[in-house]
């Protein structure tokens, strides 16, 4: 790889005085051929490099960033012979040249494919003695333009994907065998599984066994990634993660296939490219996945689980697998395996209930506030404020709210509801004092209903027309929120002005605040709030997305007065 860059302002100088080479460590060897400043009157100062680590010394705006290293990759047994790439012709800086070669010998095939091929590049190929030689290049390349959740590089850019893979079975095929080994019983295992089972499976349903498994691994295996413990590819053996204790992923996932097989369950690992690296990460067969998770049937459905979140409740689905490309692997293979788009169960909905009921004293409001969650908001909470002494919880909770407030807060009491287990909602119950949050202008009072969920803001819109999609799923972990809000004012007092109920709607996104006068001086607020966090926002949609939360946002602004 050789690249040279030259930078003619402090922006790019900021970019590039410290950089860092992406390279796997475990199956690659990398080699710095040459890093160095070139200043304009041809003075080299090498770059001072730790592994893949460079920064650029003494650099100005005129100088040029040259950069040349040789990447070594290995691997084992059938994949070891085999070879995939990427190469990013875009960039979010300006390219006056971008190339690309592959030599590849005569008895071996070659795929490729440029996605995002606005100019319909073909390779330039050559013949080379028993070699043949494929070429791409580029000129004078557009910019990636710098937008707010926008897609990762690879789905908006020119991207080139090399492989000498020849389907996504073989890669199936080859990580079924060099797996199924590794989730083999042994004493160890079947020592646990009777502490999952004490008294046998009889009676219990593929979801009940799947869910003690799950809980046992949660509660007694912490995830561990480590380059020097772990392989690239190959799982430890089922029993080293159950003695050690610790594993990541794919140690993970294997011991779950262990233990469920032994239950006589269909279950199977699968390998993960996450959504963060876009949809179309992978064009063609490859091992570049990034994390692998379990499967396994329950009835005549498969349910994906996550095993590397202590936190995470049974069957919740964190926002990396929606959308994320995954390939199954058979536990005995079969053929017919593809890449595909994982998609989430209809019932896989994050929510979030708020109940408040507030009391209004002259200018203070006591408000007592219950939350409810799932999935992996519930997750954030325990990891939040599971294991914490109650003076530390307190002060954190405390610091919290009082970011709700403009006014002085005061926590008094606080509770949770399964914030120590793996229960599928957690619980949070608070009770606090907001001082003089209430505005008196002569007669009249006001004050603005404490909704406390922000459920949009106005801050990721500008003037400029947005180019790429918007990838809402970065924006947003909750689907449904619902929330109600009781507000009851002294006696003798009523409410006078109330806000108009807000009915809008945005694709299939739904949005509806009411207001109900229950008693003179009784009002409860209603909020519905229904997201749509799995597909993205295209461009031409954006100013209507811009609308809908500006009306969101102007309706929550809004105050309600009494007298």
Not at 33 to 54: D, M, R, W
Not at 269 to 291: I, K
Not at 294 to 310: F, V
Request: include cysteine.
């Amino acid at each position: 790889m050789n690249s040279a860059v030259y930078v003619n302002n402090k922006e790019g100088l900021d970019y590039w005085k410290e950089i860092r080479i992406p390279y796997n460590s475990v199956y690659e060897d990398l080699t710095i051929v040459k890093a160095e400043v070139v200043k304009a009157s041809g003075a080299k100062i090498p770059a001072e490099t730790y592994e893949n680590e460079l920064v650029y010394t003494r650099l100005e705006p005129g100088d040029v960033v040259y950069l040349s290293y040789k990447l070594s990759s290995y691997g084992i047994g059938r994949l070891g012979r085999e070879y995939w790439d990427k190469f990013y012709f875009s960039a979010f800086n300006p390219t006056l040249t971008a190339r690309y070669s592959v030599l590849v010998a005569d008895q071996v095939p070659i795929y490729y494919e440029l996605v995002n091929n606005v100019n319909n590049i073909k390779p330039v190929e050559s013949k080379h003695e028993n070699f043949r030689l494929y070429t791409w290049e580029m000129r004078n390349l557009p910019v990636l333009k710098e937008e707010s959740y926008s897609p990762a590089a690879g789905d908006i850019g020119s991207v080139l994907h090399v492989s000498t893979v020849r389907s996504w079975d073989y890669i199936a095929e080859w990580y079924s065998d060099i797996t199924r080994i590794q989730s083999k019983e042994d004493f160890d295992i079947n020592a646990a599984y009777k502490e999952i089972f004490p008294s046998g499976i009889a009676g219990l349903n593929e979801q009940e066994k799947a869910r003690r498994i799950y809980n046992y691994i949660e509660e007694n295996i912490s995830y561990s990634s480590v380059s020097f413990r772990q392989g690239a590819y190959v799982p430890q053996r089922a029993s080293k993660t159950l003695n050690t204790r610790l594993g990541d992923c794919k140690d993970l996932s294997a011991l779950f296939v262990s233990f469920a097989r032994k239950a006589g369950m269909d279950a199977n690992l699968v390998l993960v490219s996450t959504r963060s690296n876009g949809q179309h990460s992978m064009r063609l067969p490859s091992m570049e996945f990034n994390h692998c998770v379990a499967r396994y049937k329950d009835g005549t459905d498969y349910r994906t689980l996550e095993l590397t979140d202590n936190h995470l409740p049974f069957n919740a689905m964190p926002q990396s697998l929606a959308g994320a490309q995954i390939l199954n692997i058979p536990y005995e293979y079969k053929s017919g395996e593809l890449i595909q788009l994982y998609e989430p169960r209809a019932n896989a909905n994050v929510i979030k209930h708020r109940r408040s009921k507030v009391l209004v004293d002259n200018a203070d409001l006591h408000i007592n506030t219950v939350v409810t969650t799932n999935g992996e908001v519930a997750s954030g909470f325990r990891s939040s404020y599971g294991e914490k002494a109650q003076d530390e919880l307190k002060q954190n909770l405390q610091e919290a709210v009082s970011g709700q407030f403009r006014n002085p807060v005061t926590l008094e009491k606080f509770a949770f509801r399964n914030l120590d287990n793996l229960s599928d909602t957690v619980m949070m119950d608070e009770t606090y004092t907001v001082k003089n949050d209430v505005i008196s202008v002569g007669d009249l009072s006001m004050l603005k209903p404490p909704l406390m969920d922000i459920v949009a803001t106005v801050d990721i819109f500008n003037n400029e027309v947005r180019q790429y999609p918007f990838e809402y799923w970065k924006y947003e972990n909750v689907d449904d929120y619902n929330t109600e809000v009781e507000i009851e004012l002294p006696a003798g007092k009523a409410f006078d002005l109330v806000p108009s109920n807000v009915q809008a709607s945005f694709g299939d996104m739904k949005y509806e605040l009411s207001y109900i006068k229950a008693a003179p001086n009784k009002l409860l607020i209603k909020r519905v709030f229904q997201t749509n966090i799995r597909d993205n926002i295209k461009p031409e949609a954006f100013p209507k997305m811009k609308e809908f939360f500006n009306l969101i946002v102007a309706a929550e602004q809004k105050y309600v007065s009494f007298k």
